[in-house]
Every structure is written in C-alpha cells, then in structure tokens.
C-alpha cells in the first residue's frame, strides 16, 4: 500500500517539546505551550509536526527512557492536553506525530523493574555470567535476578527483547524471534501504537527502528517484525503514517515504512566516511564523521556527488510506495546554522531542501536561522552517561525581543537550557515583521511547493549541473539554481528554451541565453 496522500504533501516540522514554548513558567516548554504556537505554524504553512517523546519518564536521555507510553510527563501537561493538541493541531491543518520509542525502556519502567526480580521474565535480553563475568555490553542486574541485561543505548535504556536472528548454544539469551518474549513485546508495541492512533495522532517517527532483532545480518528479521506491522497498521490504520530513523531509506521502505530520515549518508555500510549535506563533520558527536568539505560549503570545496548517488540509489529502490525525509538538522545533529556558517548561506540550503525530492522537515528555529550554541553543558542525555554535546541543537525557540526570548516567564536561570545569550539572536517577531528575512523566505518557499506538486516528490528530477551551482529540473516544469558558495558561479548552457524562463522565486541568479550567473549565495527558482 502506497503511502497516504497527506504524506506524500507533507511539509514536516519538528518540536523539541521541552524547548518550544513554555506556558506555565517552569522554565520547560509543554505541550500547551505548542498549542499556543499552532497559529504560528499554520501561517508558516507546515503540515505535519512531529514530536519527541513526551511520555513519562525520568528523563535520562530527554525521554527516549521511557517509564509508561501511555502517559504524558507531568512536565509537558497530561493526557487531556495531548488530546486537546491532536485535535488543536486538527483545526490547523496540521497533523501531529508522536515519537515511538520500540527498542528499548527506561530502567525505571515497571515491565524492566519486573523483570530484574524475575528470572522467568523474558520482555528483556537476560545473561547469566559465566567464569565470574557478564557478557560483553551486558550491565549487571539492579535486582534480585542474577546476572545482566543487555542495553539499547545508555546503560539506563535496557533493550526490549525482540530475540536474536541467529542463535548459539552458549549464549541461551539469544531467542528466537518468536519466543514468548519477542511475541509479548510484539504484541505491545502494536497496544502502544493503537492507543495514541485511536486518539487521533497521524503516525510516528521510530526511534532506532533498525535496532530490534539482534545480530541480524541484513537487518532481515528486524525487517519481518515491521512489515508484520505494517501490514496491520495498512488494515486497521490506512492513513497513520511510519517514518523511521534508520538512516537508509533503501532498506527501510522495504522493512515496511512510509518513510525514512535522511540526515546522513554514506557511512561504513556504504564503504566511505558518514557524511552530511549540510555541514562538514558536525557540533554534535554521536556519530563519526567525514572530513571532507560538505556540499554547502561556503568555500565551494564540497560535491553534491554523494548525496546525489545515495538519494538515487534510495529512489530507485524504494520506488512509489515510499519516502526520503531530508531534515534541515535535529535534537541530535548540528543546526543548519552551525561553527562559521553565517545566514546569509542559508537562503539556497532551504531553497534545495524544499524543492528536492523528498520530504523536507524543518527542524524548530531553523527557520529564523537560530544557531548551534556552543559549549553549552550536557544536559538530560549525559546525566548518567558521557554526552554527545547536544544541547546547542537544543535551545529555547526564539520567539520575540522579551524576556527569554519569549520562550517562558521563568527567571532565566531557572531555564532547562539557557536561550542563545547572541544579543543578535533572531527571533520569530523580528522576521515576521521584516518581509526580508528568512522565516518569510522559507514560508514562500513552503508555500510554492504546495501550489506545484511537480515539486513535491512526485515531480520527476533531472540533473543538469552538479556542481557549483546545482542546477536541476523539476517535473520538466522548474528550473532550480542552488549556488551554496560564496562566489559568483557562470553555468553555460545550450538549451535555449531556459533563457526565457520566469522567475518564481530568486535570489541574485540571472538565466540568459546560453549561461546561467549566480550570485554569491544564491538561489533561483524559475518556470518554463
Ligand atoms: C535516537 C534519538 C536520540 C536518543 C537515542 C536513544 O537516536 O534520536 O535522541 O538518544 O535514539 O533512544
């Protein structure tokens, strides 16, 4: 089953619901406080909001430790307010999606807590030690049970056991995937996902959804264990839709979701260094990355070579049925607007991300160009564990010229983050009022790839130049000019019918008969 159409037309966005906005002056934002900014959203012209999780939890990796998926944390509100949300965000034309959290729990939930004072309890990965020591990666038991259990992540996030693809007779934990503990997690997740879909909720982003079945070459069994969900989901739920963090959309159309995030490529399994479109190495460490210059460069060092191949190799594959989601950044990778890179580079970044394609998610305050703060402590998701230098992807969104930045009544100390201290931090307010300034560029933006679907992901792509600029036609129709670079780049052509194309939307590119100029910076977008 193809995705559904409201997919396919999405323009996504995502909250980091304890950096949004704050309602009730606890120095955290909640999910009221998204419902005060839907007004906010509708006019930039989103579709879809996507949240992190927002479940009870003692916040050990910023919720992703979850203590019970079927309530809210009292820090965002309650359940009520999560219904009031679904149907506020209804009312704006807006979708919302939840974070699904399949591979692993908080050490604080009642089926871990159960099961490491249960040595007949299977939902989790248990090792007996043998010769005196534990298993590699195996973190000893807090309870009665002997032994360890097997982590997904931190220590603090015990793995829900959803067995091994391959066994071996001295390592009893590996089960099979239809063991009674798999089945019952199974059977769980479903529960899970049914509860919040009958409340109303658009679907899901899925954490770490390659990380269930475990040593599992080709991530075959973990692939089974989602189609055998989708294949549910497309009976009982035909309109939710399934965007997984996995990071390659080719293997993960195939294992069964809608659509994939796609904010790295390349990587070990593809036999190069990780590398990102957006910035060269990045702030934020919880991958390796690539040295080389990325495609938006200021220099002008990068290719778009790369990407281009993966995203091909990735549409080939996955076909119709599916998509690749490209963020602008999020809560663990650097912001668009990261080390040198200034606004003025950000202008033909969003001019690419929304006309490619795929499905562009804007990450919050990305669209003001707020910036990766650095040096900022680590905060939740260091806690008990090394940190991976997050919070500066994390700060509070920047609403106006008040206190906070508008963001909460709190005294700013209190804050869970502190807001960028830039005393020319960008603000919401700011750019509505200024007709110039990014946030009106990306709601343009937005708002041509809604009124031309040739745009969207359906429209066909052909490449005509890809290097400094990119220069790309879509549906046969639009003539993209993306130049990244801070220099003027001439792009001779022979295709007389571009010289009387007219500008849609541009920014310093000139088309004449025979070349294309592009200004530092610069983007254009034209109809033939
Ligand atoms: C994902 C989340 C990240 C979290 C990790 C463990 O990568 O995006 O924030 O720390 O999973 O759940």
């Known amino acids: 089953m193809a995705a559904p159409t409201w997919l396919s037309d999405a323009v996504l966005y995502q909250i980091y619901p304890q950096s949004f906005a704050d309602s009730d002056g606890d120095g955290i934002g909640d999910l009221r406080g998204i419902a005060e900014h839907l007004d906010y959203l509708a006019w930039l012209g989103v579709t879809a909001v996507w949240i992190n999780p927002c479940f009870v939890s003692p916040m050990g990796d910023a919720g992703y430790d979850i203590a019970d998926y079927f309530a809210v944390d009292p820090r965002y509100g309650d359940n009520n307010d999560l219904a009031r949300l679904v149907d506020q965000t209804r009312a704006h034309g807006i979708r919302l999606l939840l974070d699904l959290v399949p591979g692993h729990t908080s050490g604080t939930h009642p089926w871990f807590v159960a099961s490491a004072n249960d040595p007949r309890d299977h939902r989790y990965i248990w090792a007996a030690p043998a010769g005196g020591r534990l298993p590699e990666r195996f973190v000893p038991s807090p309870g009665t049970r002997p032994g360890g259990y097997l982590p997904n992540f931190f220590d603090f996030q015990p793995a829900l056991n959803f067995g091994y693809a391959r066994q071996k007779a001295d390592e009893p934990w590996r089960q099979g995937t239809d063991a009674e503990g798999p089945r019952a997690n199974r059977a769980a997740l479903r529960t899970i996902m049914d509860h919040w879909l009958g409340l109303g909720v658009s679907g899901f982003r899925v954490d770490m959804a390659s990380s269930l079945v475990k040593d599992d070459p080709g991530f075959a069994g973990t692939a089974r264990l989602w189609r055998e969900v989708r294949a549910w989901l497309d009976r009982t739920h035909p309109e939710a839709a399934l965007l997984s963090e996995w990071g390659d959309p080719a293997l993960a159309v195939p294992a069964g979701f809608h659509a994939d995030f796609f904010l790295q490529f390349g990587g070990p399994a593809n036999g190069g260094p990780l590398r990102s479109l957006w910035s060269t190495g990045t702030a934020t460490s919880l991958k390796e990355w690539g040295t080389d210059p990325c495609y938006f ?28 989601v490209l963020p602008t950044a999020n809560h663990d990778f650097a912001r668009l607007r990261t080390g040198p890179r200034t606004p003025e580079q950000l202008p033909p970044a969003f001019a690419f991300q929304l006309t490619f394609p795929t499905l562009p998610a804007i990450y919050y305050g990305d669209e003001i160009g707020m ?5 900022l402590p680590d905060t939740e998701g260091s806690v008990l564990a090394p940190g991976y230098n997050r919070s500066g992807s994390r700060t509070p969104m920047q609403w106006d010229p008040g206190l906070n930045a508008g963001f909460s009544a709190a005294p700013a100390g209190s804050l869970y983050l502190p807001v960028d201290p830039d005393p020319d931090r960008p603000t919401v307010a700011g750019q509505r009022a200024d007709r110039n300034s990014l946030l009106h560029l990306v709601k343009d933006l937005i708002a041509i790839r809604r009124a031309h679907p040739e745009l969207g992901p359906g429209g066909s792509l052909e490449i005509l130049h890809d290097g400094y600029p990119l220069a790309y036609l879509r549906g046969g129709r639009f003539l993209v000019i993306v130049n990244p670079c801070g220099r003027v780049r001439v792009l001779p052509h ?6 009387s194309a007219t500008g849609v939307k541009h920014t310093g590119v000139v088309v004449a008969e025979a070349k294309i100029t592009a200004s530092p910076f610069s983007f254009g977008i034209f109809r033939l």
């Open 371 to 375: 910036r990766y703060v650095p040096g």
């Open 494 to 499: 022979d295709r007389p019918e571009l010289a």
């Open 297 to 324: 460069d200021a220099g002008g060092r990068g290719s778009i070579g790369t990407f281009l191949n993966a995203y091909q190799d990735a549409f080939h594959t996955i076909g119709e049925p599916g998509h690749v």
